[in-house]
C-alpha cells in the first residue's frame, strides 16, 4: 500500500515538475508529454517494476507476497491481476457511472440547467472514454486473467510480468483523464475526430490522448500474452476441439488487441506528434487530410467493439450450457463464428463513415461485410437457443444474467442492421438511434455479460457464493432500469436529437424526463450490486470447488485456487461441455 | 407441455410481439414527418428493416421464453437432453445458409435504396453551404446572394455544395433524411430535392467543439414565386 502511494506520489510529481520546468524551454505540450513518459518509468520502477525486472535477468522466479497487501503491488499472480483488473473495473465503471448521472440530470430537461457546453462535453467525453475502458477490460482483463490460465490448467499466464504491466499502466490513465477537466476540459467526444483534436493548446486533450494510449499498451500486452498462454501451456489433452468456449473468445479478442491497436496507438501518436512537433498529417489547412483520420482510427475501433463484445458471448455460452446441463450446441461451428466475427471485423470500419464525403462506391462493400456479421452474430445465438432446447435449465443468478444479456443484445443486434445499412444510416448517424444502439450491445451486451460472468466465477474467485435473491433482484432492476432508459432514445434519435448537444427543443421534455428518471432505477440495482459484493465476502454461503457443478478445468481447482493453481497438473479426457452424456 | 406445442407458442408469442411493436410506432411513428423525394427511399428502406427486425425479434424471444415455461429442471439431478447437439448438424446448416441469404438480400436491398437516394448528379439549383465554428453560411451562385438561412425550391433538384472552414461538421435536416459531412480541404455534393413547403432546422450533426449545441440554422421550402422573389431581396 505505501509502496503504491510512493510510486504514485513520485509519478505525480514528476510529471508536475517536469511539465511546469521543461514547460518554460519547449512549451507546455512537449514538456508535458516528455514529463508522462520520465514519470511512467519513474512510477512503475518505485512499485517494483525494476525488480521484477532484475529478477527476470538474472532468471529468477518472481518475488512472492501474501496476505491483501499484494493486490497494491507489482504481482505477477494471474489472479491477483485478474481481482486487481476486477476492482479496477468498478471503480473506473462507478466514475462512468457518475458522468452518467450528471449528464442525465442535464438532460432532463431543455435548456442548459447545470452545466455549460464545455462543461457538458467534457463530461460526455470523460464518460464515453471511462465506460470504453471498462467494456475492453472488464470481461477480457478482469475475469479473462483470473479464469483463462485455470481453464486451460495452466499453472500461470506465459509472461506474469508482463501481465502486472498490462494492468499498473491503467492507473496512470485514469488519473490523466480525471484531470482533464482541470486542464482546459475536452470538446471532442472520445473519437477525437481530426482536426479538433489536432487544435488548440489545451494540455487536457493531449492528457486524453496520453491516456488512450496508456490503456491501448496495456490492451496490447494483453493480448499477446492470452495468445501465447493459451497456444504454449494448455493442459495435456486439450486439443482445439476441447478448448472452453470462454477461452476461444479470449483467443478472439486478443487476435484484435494485438492487430487493431497498434494501427490506433498509431493514429493517436500522428495526433500527438501534429500537437507537439507541428506535424500536418491530418488538419487540411496545413496540407493533411482530416478522413485519413477517421480511416485509421476507425480500422481500430470497430473491431475493438468486438473485443469488448465477443468475451460477453464467450461468458454466456460458457453459463448457459452448465444450468441447461446440456452440451453447448453447435460448439465447434460457434468456435468457429467466434473467428469468423473477429476477421470480418477488419473489414467493415467505414461503416462508421457513410456519411463521411469518402468514395461513394466504397459504401456498398462496407454495407455488404458489415451486414454479414450478422451470420456468425446468427450462430451464437442459435448456440443459445439450440442449447436451451431440451434442456433442464436451473435459473440460478448466472443463467438469469445470461439470459438477460440475450434479450439486450437481440435488441442491439437488430438496430445495428439499420445502421449498417447505408440508406438508413443516412438519417440515423450520429443520432441517439446509435447511441441507443450502442448502449444495447455495449451495457445490455458487454456488462450484462460481465456479470454473468462475474457471478458465475465469483466462487471460484473469493470462496464465497454471492446472494442469489439479491443478485436476481439487481439483475430485475438493472434489466428494467436499462431498457427504460436507452428505448426511449432510439425515438428521439429519429426524430432530431443529435449526438452530443447538451440541450434540444422543449417538445422533448417529457420523454427526455422519463429518461432521466429511470437512470435512478440503474443507479438503484448497482447499489445492490456493492452491497450483496460486501455481504457475501463476510456471510456468503462458502461455496466448495465447485458449486455450478460445472465441468471446465476452472471448477477442479480449490476455491480460491492456491499459487500455481493445480496441486498436480490437471490432464483433460473429455469435452468441456458433456452434460447428461453417459460415460 | 409437449415439444410439438413449440410452433403454434411461438407463433403466437411472435405474432403478439410484433403487433404491439407495430400498434406503438403506429400510435408514435418511427420517423418524422418527410419532406424530400429522398425521404421516401429512405422511409421505405426503414420499413422494410422494421418489418423483418420486428419479426425476428418476436421469434426468438418467443422460442426463449417456450424454453423458460417447458424446460426447467424440477430437481437439481435432472439432466438434459445430450443426444440433441449430435441431431443438429441440418439445423446449423439450415440456420447458417437462411441468415446469409437474408442477410445478402437486405444488402442488396438497401444498395438498391442507396441509389436512388444519392440519384443522378442534374441540378436546378446550386447552393454552397459554408460551415464553420459554429454557425452555417449560405451562398446563392446564380443569385450572388450570401445568408444564414436556407431557402430551396419546392420539388425542384438542389446540388448542396459543402465545405468547412475549420473542422468536420455535418449537415442533417432531419425530415430530408439526409445527412452529409462537411470536411475541410474538400467539396462535397449532396442532392436534395425538399417537396413539402414549410420551416425546418438544419442541425450540424458532427461534434465540432465547445459550442457545436448551437450549430443550428433554419431552413425555408418556398413555391417557385416565393423563391425567385426572396432571392431577389435583401437578405
Known amino acids: 500500500m505505501t509502496n503504491l502511494l510512493a510510486a504514485l506520489a513520485s509519478g505525480i510529481a514528476v510529471f508536475a515538475l517536469g511539465t511546469f520546468a521543461l514547460g518554460r524551454v519547449l512549451g507546455p505540450q512537449p514538456a508535458a508529454v516528455l514529463s508522462y513518459l520520465v514519470a511512467l518509468l519513474v512510477y512503475l520502477g518505485v512499485l517494483g517494476g525494476w525488480k521484477a525486472l532484475v529478477s527476470w535477468t538474472r532468471g529468477e522466479e518472481p518475488a512472492e507476497e501474501h496476505g491483501w497487501r499484494r493486490y497494491f503491488n507489482f504481482d505477477v499472480d494471474h489472479k491477483v491481476v485478474g481481482v486487481q483488473y476486477i476492482a479496477a473495473t468498478l471503480l473506473v465503471f462507478l466514475v462512468g457511472g457518475l458522468m452518467a448521472l450528471i449528464m442525465r440530470l442535464e438532460l432532463a430537461r431543455h435548456g442548459l440547467q447545470y452545466l455549460t457546453h464545455v462543461e457538458y462535453n467534457t463530461v460526455m467525453t470523460l464518460h464515453g472514454i471511462s465506460m470504453t475502458v471498462v467494456a475492453l477490460i472488464a470481461i477480457v482483463g478482469g475475469i479473462g486473467n483470473f479464469v483463462v490460465p485455470l481453464q486451460v490448467g495452466a499453472r500461470d499466464m506465459a509472461f506474469p510480468r508482463m501481465n502486472a504491466l498490462s494492468f499498473w499502466l491503467l492507473p496512470p490513465a485514469v488519473l490523466l483523464l480525471l484531470a482533464t477537466p482541470f486542464a482546459g476540459g475536452l470538446d471532442f467526444g472520445w473519437t477525437a475526430y481530426a482536426p479538433l483534436s489536432t487544435r488548440g493548446t489545451a494540455l487536457g486533450k493531449l492528457f486524453f490522448l496520453l491516456a488512450f494510449l496508456s490503456v491501448g499498451f496495456s490492451s496490447i500486452f494483453g493480448g499477446v500474452n492470452f495468445l501465447a498462454t493459451v497456444l504454449t501451456m494448455r493442459a495435456k489433452g486439450m486439443g482445439w476441439t476441447r478448448v472452453p468456449i470462454f477461452t476461444w473468445s479470449v483467443i478472439a479478442a486478443s487476435i484484435i488487441s494485438l492487430m487493431g491497436t497498434s494501427v490506433v496507438a498509431s493514429s493517436l501518436v500522428m495526433v500527438v506528434f501534429d500537437r507537439i512537433l507541428h506535424t500536418t498529417f491530418f488538419d487540411p489547412a496545413l496540407g493533411g487530410s482530416a478522413l485519413l483520420y477517421q480511416h485509421l482510427f476507425w480500422y481500430y475501433s470497430h473491431p475493438a467493439v468486438y473485443i469488448m463484445i465477443l468475451p460477453a458471448f464467450g461468458a454466456i455460452l460458457e453459463v448457459i450450457p452448465v444450468f441447461a446441463r446440456k452440451p453447448l450446441f453447435a460448439y465447434p461451428i460457434a468456435a468457429v463464428s467466434l473467428l469468423a466475427i473477429t476477421a470480418l471485423s477488419f473489414i467493415v470500419w467505414a461503416h462508421h463513415m457513410f456519411t463521411s464525403g469518402m468514395w461513394g462506391v466504397l459504401k456498398i462493400p462496407f454495407m455488404v461485410n458489415t451486414e454479414l456479421i450478422s451470420v456468425p452474430t446468427g450462430v451464437v445465438f442459435l448456440a443459445v437457443l439450440g442449447t436451451l432446447w431440451r434442456s433442464k435449465m436451473r435459473l440460478d443468478a448466472p443463467m438469469v444474467w445470461a439470459l438477460a444479456m440475450v434479450l439486450n443484445f437481440l435488441v442491439g443486434g437488430l438496430t445495428g442492421i439499420p445502421l449498417a445499412d447505408a440508406p438508413t444510416d443516412l438519417h440515423l448517424h450520429d443520432t441517439w438511434f446509435v447511441v441507443a444502439h450502442f448502449h444495447f450491445t455495449i451495457m445490455g451486451g458487454a456488462v450484462f455479460g460481465f456479470m454473468t460472468a462475474f457471478h458465475h466465477w465469483y466462487p471460484k474467485i473469493t470462496g464465497r457464493k454471492l446472494d442469489d435473491a439479491l443478485a436476481k433482484i439487481q439483475c430485475a432492476l438493472m434489466f428494467v432500469g436499462f431498457n427504460a432508459v436507452f428505448i426511449p432514445l432510439f425515438w428521439l434519435g429519429t426524430h432530431g436529437m443529435r449526438r452530443r448537444v447538451a440541450d434540444f427543443p422543449e417538445w422533448m421534455d417529457p420523454v427526455q424526463t422519463f429518461a432521466s428518471s429511470a437512470t435512478l432505477i440503474v443507479a438503484a440495482s448497482v447499489v445492490v450490486f456493492l452491497y450483496n459484493i460486501i455481504r457475501s465476502l463476510k456471510t456468503g454461503e462458502v461455496a466448495g470447488d465447485n458449486p455450478w457443478e460445472a465441468k471446465t478445468l476452472e471448477w477442479k481447482a480449490p476455491s480460491p485456487p492456491p499459487h500455481g493453481n493445480f496441486k498436480t497438473p490437471p490432464a483433460v479426457t473429455e469435452e468441456p461441455y458433456g452434460y447428461g452424456v453417459r460415460a | ?235
Request: hydrophobic share 45%; net charge negative; with cysteine.
Open chain 2, 1 to 235: 407441455m409437449k415439444n410439438k406445442s413449440v410452433i403454434p407458442f411461438v407463433a403466437v408469442a411472435a405474432a403478439l410481439i410484433t403487433w404491439a411493436y407495430h400498434a406503438v410506432f403506429g400510435r408514435w411513428p418511427m420517423m418524422p414527418a418527410a419532406a424530400s423525394a429522398e425521404a421516401a427511399f429512405v422511409d421505405s428502406a426503414w420499413n422494410g428493416l422494421f418489418a423483418i427486425e420486428t419479426a425476428i425479434y418476436g421469434l426468438v424471444v418467443g422460442f426463449i421464453l417456450y424454453c423458460l415455461v417447458a424446460f426447467r429442471a424440477k430437481s437439481r439431478d435432472e439432466q438434459g437432453d445430450a443426444s440433441d447437439r449430435s441431431r443438429g448438424r441440418l439445423v446449423e446448416a439450415g440456420w447458417i445458409l437462411a441468415s446469409t441469404i437474408l442477410t445478402l438480400a437486405l444488402a442488396a436491398f438497401g444498395a438498391k435504396e442507396l441509389r436512388a437516394v444519392v440519384g443522378g448528379t442534374h441540378a436546378d439549383h446550386d447552393v454552397e453551404v459554408r460551415a464553420s465554428q459554429f454557425s452555417w453560411e449560405i451562398y446563392y451562385p446564380k443569385y450572388n446572394q450570401y445568408g444564414s438561412k436556407l431557402f430551396l425550391e419546392e420539388g425542384k433538384r438542389h446540388r448542396i455544395i459543402l465545405t468547412s472552414k475549420d473542422v468536420v461538421h455535418s449537415f442533417w435536416v432531419p425530415e430530408f433524411r439526409l445527412k452529409q459531412d462537411a470536411v475541410p480541404g474538400k467539396v462535397i455534393h449532396l442532392m436534395l430535392t425538399p417537396t413539402v413547403k414549410g420551416e425546418y432546422t438544419l442541425l450540424c450533426s458532427e461534434l465540432c467543439g465547445a459550442d457545436h449545441t448551437t450549430m443550428t440554422s433554419l431552413v425555408e421550402v418556398l413555391d417557385h414565386e416565393a423563391f425567385e422573389e426572396q432571392m431577389k431581396a435583401e437578405f
